[in-house]
């Protein structure tokens, strides 16, 4: 047998027999952690500037408040920004597990185009519907259930680190990382804030792509003039906006901004008829789907500033400005990235226009190391989790900006990257949703994970 198959056996040896009696004590907290989810989606932790920061306050003391009734040392941190919970239960001679989440949310966009209330968590088909209900308040319930079932039996330490601006961040996160670094110090870290292959289908994340941010203004004109008299002699800045924007795909939609790095083709593909059922899209670019996603750049226009149709004058617009999102491959740096966005957009200028791109933020991304005896612990669990299906491996085209900061502050920490979501989460979007079965095969897989860790491998 090959030393990564005893490996494996050995980790499912040590947790199988166990299972139907952890199981049975994880359906007896479920109700407990479902309401318990319910009222944490109810509060509208929105971290976005402009919005009320005072309910991430109040989302703050209920994490701390269910985390202190699992009988861990609880207390709220912040280096000011929104605070973060750190809640601490260690095992002295036994592995520490961090377990990540973050209990801010994205904004709802127009409450109107959601089915019902975003901030009033609702049953419907299986699914419960409700901002951050899947992203990321269930990956904090996860945590809550494991440490529910496991009670006194827990025989590990835990430290659980739930921040409130992963959504949009001031910047303090790292600093208080930083801060922290003597006790958020464990043998692994569990971030529960991504999601799985499928329903039925439980994933390991090995990749994050990273992402750079910038603001892209172009002016023609020192002031507006009257497009009938003008047009046709000077453009406005919207044509010219569009042109510039036109450049970054060729004509199959692919990117055309040189020297961007890529990684090697994922193994898995998305079917194509799949992809574009959860996408709601049309085809786009060349090459397999998952690359696209997951190990190649991609830019997106997140919002732009043009007049509106409503109130619209004759006239030539002087300024317009896009918010541009570049993804980058996971092994991208930040920097490198914006330098050549800012280099292709010098070179296709259009009409002598004044152009200027400012970086509003950027995160570099993740490639994980998923073997070893941690990683085999993780497949068994799920294994059993989901019934016996095999987990899959599979990237992220999301990033989470502080795992870079986390591998730099715990440099000899195995990182997991887990979650809840699946490809009908709609997590950022409207209708967001956690699948209520794959969330309870969640919190068992890591009620599972956490007692194997804690058993001695055989002799």
Same mark, same amino acid.
């Given at each position: 047998?090959?030393?990564?198959?005893?490996?494996?056996?050995?980790?499912?040896?040590?947790?199988?027999?166990?299972?139907?009696?952890?199981?049975?004590?994880?359906?007896?907290?479920?109700?407990?952690?479902?309401?318990?989810?319910?009222?944490?989606?109810?509060?509208?932790?929105?971290?976005?500037?402009?919005?009320?920061?005072?309910?991430?306050?109040?989302?703050?003391?209920?994490?701390?408040?269910?985390?202190?009734?699992?009988?861990?040392?609880?207390?709220?941190?912040?280096?000011?920004?929104?605070?973060?919970?750190?809640?601490?239960?260690?095992?002295?001679?036994?592995?520490?597990?961090?377990?990540?989440?973050?209990?801010?949310?994205?904004?709802?966009?127009?409450?109107?185009?959601?089915?019902?209330?975003?901030?009033?968590?609702?049953?419907?088909?299986?699914?419960?519907?409700?901002?951050?209900?899947?992203?990321?308040?269930?990956?904090?319930?996860?945590?809550?259930?494991?440490?529910?079932?496991?009670?006194?039996?827990?025989?590990?330490?835990?430290?659980?680190?739930?921040?409130?601006?992963?959504?949009?961040?001031?910047?303090?996160?790292?600093?208080?990382?930083?801060?922290?670094?003597?006790?958020?110090?464990?043998?692994?870290?569990?971030?529960?804030?991504?999601?799985?292959?499928?329903?039925?289908?439980?994933?390991?994340?090995?990749?994050?792509?990273?992402?750079?941010?910038?603001?892209?203004?172009?002016?023609?004109?020192?002031?507006?003039?009257?497009?009938?008299?003008?047009?046709?002699?000077?453009?406005?800045?919207?044509?010219?906006?569009?042109?510039?924007?036109?450049?970054?795909?060729?004509?199959?939609?692919?990117?055309?901004?040189?020297?961007?790095?890529?990684?090697?083709?994922?193994?898995?593909?998305?079917?194509?008829?799949?992809?574009?059922?959860?996408?709601?899209?049309?085809?786009?670019?060349?090459?397999?789907?998952?690359?696209?996603?997951?190990?190649?750049?991609?830019?997106?226009?997140?919002?732009?500033?043009?007049?509106?149709?409503?109130?619209?004058?004759?006239?030539?617009?002087?300024?317009?400005?896009?918010?541009?999102?570049?993804?980058?491959?996971?092994?991208?740096?930040?920097?490198?990235?914006?330098?050549?966005?800012?280099?292709?957009?010098?070179?296709?200028?259009?009409?002598? #226009?004044?152009?200027?791109?400012?970086?509003?933020?950027?995160?570099?991304?993740?490639?994980?190391?998923?073997?070893?005896?941690?990683?085999?612990?993780?497949?068994?669990?799920?294994?059993?989790?989901?019934?016996?299906?095999?987990?899959?491996?599979?990237?992220?085209?999301?990033?989470?900006?502080?795992?870079?900061?986390?591998?730099?502050?715990?440099?000899?920490?195995?990182?997991?990257?887990?979650?809840?979501?699946?490809?009908?989460?709609? #997590?950022?979007?409207?209708?967001?949703?956690?699948?209520?079965?794959?969330?309870?095969?969640?919190?068992?897989?890591?009620?599972?994970?956490?007692?194997?860790?804690?058993?001695?491998?055989?002799?």
């Amino acid at each position: 047998m090959a030393a990564e198959q005893r490996s494996t056996a050995a980790a499912s040896s040590r947790g199988g027999g166990a299972q139907p009696r952890l199981a049975a004590r994880l359906d007896a907290v479920m109700p407990g952690v479902r309401a318990d989810l319910e009222r944490l989606v109810r509060i509208p932790s929105v971290s976005a500037p402009g919005f009320d920061f005072s309910p991430i306050d109040r989302s703050a003391d209920l994490v701390a408040s269910l985390l202190t009734e699992c009988g861990l040392e609880t207390r709220l941190v912040a280096a000011g920004g929104r605070p973060a919970v750190l809640a601490t239960r260690r095992l002295p001679g036994r592995p520490t597990v961090l377990l990540y989440a973050h209990h801010d949310v994205q904004p709802t966009g127009d409450p109107a185009l959601w089915t019902s209330d975003p901030f009033e968590p609702v049953e419907r088909d299986g699914r419960l519907y409700g901002r951050g209900a899947a992203d990321d308040k269930a990956g904090i319930m996860v945590h809550v259930a494991a440490l529910r079932a496991l009670g006194d039996d827990l025989g590990v330490g835990v430290v659980v680190f739930v921040e409130g601006e992963e959504e949009y961040g001031t910047g303090a996160t790292p600093r208080l990382l930083r801060q922290l670094r003597s006790d958020l110090q464990a043998d692994v870290a569990l971030v529960t804030d991504v999601g799985n292959w499928a329903v039925g289908v439980p994933a390991v994340t090995t990749s994050l792509r990273g992402h750079v941010t910038a603001t892209l203004e172009v002016r023609t004109l020192s002031h507006a003039v009257h497009s009938g008299m003008y047009g046709g002699a000077v453009p406005d800045a919207v044509i010219a906006l569009s042109r510039l924007i036109a450049t970054f795909h060729d004509d199959a939609g692919d990117l055309a901004i040189a020297g961007l790095a890529t990684t090697p083709d994922p193994a898995i593909d998305y079917p194509a008829d799949r992809l574009y059922a959860e996408a709601g899209g049309t085809p786009f670019g060349t090459g397999i789907a998952t690359a696209r996603m997951w190990s190649r750049p991609s830019v997106s226009i997140l919002g732009m500033e043009v007049p509106p149709i409503e109130g619209a004058t004759s006239t030539l617009t002087p300024v317009a400005r896009a918010l541009i999102s570049l993804r980058i491959a996971p092994t991208e740096d930040p920097s490198r990235a914006f330098a050549l966005l800012e280099a292709h957009v010098r070179r296709n200028i259009p009409w002598g #226009a004044t152009v200027t791109l400012t970086r509003r933020g950027a995160a570099p991304g993740l490639a994980v190391d998923s073997t070893g005896p941690v990683y085999d612990q993780v497949r068994a669990a799920l294994r059993d989790a989901w019934d016996g299906v095999d987990p899959v491996e599979i990237g992220s085209g999301g990033s989470i900006p502080l795992l870079l900061d986390l591998a730099e502050v715990l440099p000899d920490t195995t990182i997991v990257l887990n979650g809840v979501e699946d490809p009908d989460s709609r #997590a950022h979007g409207i209708d967001e949703s956690l699948h209520l079965g794959e969330f309870r095969r969640a919190c068992l897989a890591e009620t599972l994970f956490l007692h194997r860790l804690a058993s001695p491998p055989p002799r």
